[in-house]
């Protein structure tokens, strides 16, 4: 009797550890599927964020890439540009100047050519220039050039400054705002000596034989060249000479460079598209 009691009490403990155990089980099941849930979940929220980023990241870079693309068309469009007239200034060594009272214009020649249709907007002016003050102010006029090959009406009437640096340098002038474009029969870039009090350079000098002599100068003084072509010759007024009033008259002057016929400034004229 006592071993089946035995038995039955073994067999019934078994029974309750199996079904204990199955409990457990079924639990864990649960608990590896609830995990395994959330895990996936994790994965896809993960993914979905990765996704956004890169898509993100993608946008910009397309944006980025259009835009830089956009502005280096724009660039290479603007960036179009010939030069007229260019010189070396370490050749340069004589310069037109201007003394008080003298109320001077000196004017250079450019040509109409007709590739200048790919370039019709004038866009900067470079000078060589030299002043003994600091911030030397000037004017620069535009003239037409008229049936003769002469300078005729102004293109432009309002004052366009220039400001020389004090010692030589290339001085640059902005024309691109004006939005002028080339004239057909021509153009003649003026520079008008200003007589500002803050312009004028007091000197003295003593001429052989003579007492010293006190002088002034209206600053800056501007390089020239020589040339043998007609067209680019140097055009000057000069209000206390005999020349005609408000007339530029073409000049010629063996003594700067003798072996040229003619001065021309010494004028860089930048176009553009």
Not at 78 to 90: E, I, Y
Not at 223 to 246: C, L
Request: hydrophobic share 35%.
């Amino acid at each position: 009797m006592l071993k089946t009691l035995d038995f039955w009490f073994i067999f019934k403990l078994n029974r309750l550890n199996i079904h204990q155990s199955e409990k457990i089980m079924n639990k864990i099941f649960i608990i590896i599927l609830l995990m395994a849930s959330v895990s996936a979940i994790g994965q896809n929220d993960l993914a979905f964020h990765q996704e956004e980023k890169n898509t993100s990241i993608k946008s910009t870079f397309s944006t980025r890439n259009s835009e830089e693309i956009n502005n280096s068309e724009a660039s290479a469009i603007a960036t179009k540009s010939r030069s007229l007239g260019s010189f070396d200034q370490s050749n340069i060594h004589s310069y037109y100047n201007a003394n008080e009272g003298m109320q001077r214009i000196s004017a250079r020649h450019f040509e109409f050519k007709e590739y200048y249709n790919s370039f019709p907007y004038l866009s900067r002016l470079k000078l060589l220039t030299k002043s003994r003050v600091k911030n030397a102010e000037f004017n620069i006029q535009l003239y037409s050039v008229n049936k003769d090959g002469k300078p005729s009406d102004l293109i432009y009437d309002k004052d366009i400054i220039g400001i020389a640096q004090k010692g030589k340098d290339i001085t640059e002038i902005d024309l691109a705002h004006l939005n002028i474009t080339f004239p057909k029969n021509g153009l003649f870039v003026a520079i008008q000596w200003l007589e500002k009090d803050k312009n004028k350079y007091q000197y003295s000098y003593k001429p052989k034989g003579l007492k010293r002599i006190k002088a002034v100068n209206i600053e800056p003084s501007f390089g020239i060249e020589p040339t043998n072509n007609v067209a680019n010759r140097s055009y000057n007024y000069i209000r206390n000479t005999s020349r005609e009033e408000g007339e530029l008259k073409s000049q010629l002057n063996y003594r700067s460079y003798p072996e040229a016929k003619y001065d021309q400034l010494a004028m860089e004229l930048i176009l553009t598209n």
